[in-house]
């Protein structure tokens, strides 16, 4: 035999032994894959629904210090202190005089109002005068002012805005604050 045919069949011989390897190392890995399976489905002990459990401790971690405990206390709130009887009086004047301000351009109110200043000379300007000052006292004063307001109490305008007035429930509380029960609002409610 020549060299030629002696290297011809080593090239096949190596062939051979390198396909034989290829199956061999096939039949492991399938081998070894059925055994896991087998593992998985038999109960084995390092498995949990078939997830495979790590029996190693875990890693020590850092832990930070402990913090200090800071009570935090509630929010508390103070009602204000009660008002004075000079803050009451106040308060009450300021009411009447912006709820009688939002008719003051009525012209039934103006007119009102022009009439009670010329009866007066001056000295009660318009219905708030008439519901924060002492109205006995200036009934007594000027005793005209109880004809205008009758006369006027008769004018169906008039009287729809006196009643307006008169029916709101925090005017008649500070008229009550200021003069008690005044014949005025006495008169409006028989009416």
């Given at each position: 035999?020549?060299?030629?045919?002696?290297?011809?069949?080593?090239?096949?011989m190596?062939?051979?032994?390198f396909?034989?390897?290829?199956r061999?190392?096939?039949?492991?890995?399938?081998?070894?894959?059925?055994?896991?399976?087998?593992?998985?489905?038999?109960?084995?002990?390092?498995?949990?629904q078939?997830?495979?459990?790590?029996?190693?401790?875990?890693?020590?971690?850092?832990?930070?210090d402990?913090?200090?405990y800071?009570?935090?206390?509630?929010?508390?709130?103070?009602?204000?202190?009660?008002?004075?009887?000079?803050q009451?009086?106040?308060?009450?004047?300021?009411?009447?005089?912006?709820?009688?301000?939002?008719?003051?351009?009525?012209?039934?109110?103006?007119?009102?109002?022009?009439?009670?200043?010329?009866?007066?000379?001056?000295?009660?300007?318009?219905?708030?005068?008439?519901?924060?000052q002492?109205?006995?006292?200036?009934?007594?004063?000027?005793?005209?002012i109880?004809?205008?307001v009758?006369?006027?109490?008769k004018?169906?305008?008039?009287?729809?805005?006196?009643?307006?007035?008169?029916?709101?429930?925090?005017?008649?509380?500070s008229?009550?604050?200021?003069?008690?029960?005044?014949?005025l609002?006495?008169?409006?409610?028989?009416?």
């Amino acid at each position: 035999m020549s060299k030629v045919s002696y290297c011809l069949i080593a090239l096949i011989m190596t062939a051979l032994l390198f396909m034989g390897a290829v199956r061999v190392h096939e039949w492991y890995t399938q081998r070894q894959e059925e055994q896991e399976i087998a593992s998985q489905n038999d109960g084995n002990p390092f498995t949990f629904q078939q997830v495979p459990v790590s029996l190693a401790a875990p890693e020590v971690e850092w832990v930070q210090d402990p913090v200090q405990y800071k009570r935090t206390y509630p929010e508390i709130y103070f009602e204000d202190a009660p008002l004075t009887p000079e803050q009451q009086a106040q308060q009450a004047q300021e009411t009447i005089s912006s709820i009688v301000e939002d008719f003051k351009n009525d012209p039934a109110m103006v007119e009102f109002n022009e009439e009670l200043q010329a009866a007066s000379n001056g000295e009660v300007k318009d219905l708030v005068d008439l519901s924060t000052q002492n109205l006995q006292q200036i009934l007594q004063q000027n005793p005209e002012i109880s004809h205008i307001v009758e006369k006027h109490a008769k004018d169906v305008d008039f009287a729809k805005v006196l009643k307006e007035i008169f029916e709101n429930p925090q005017f008649q509380q500070s008229v009550k604050e200021l003069q008690g029960e005044s014949p005025l609002m006495q008169k409006q409610a028989a009416q």
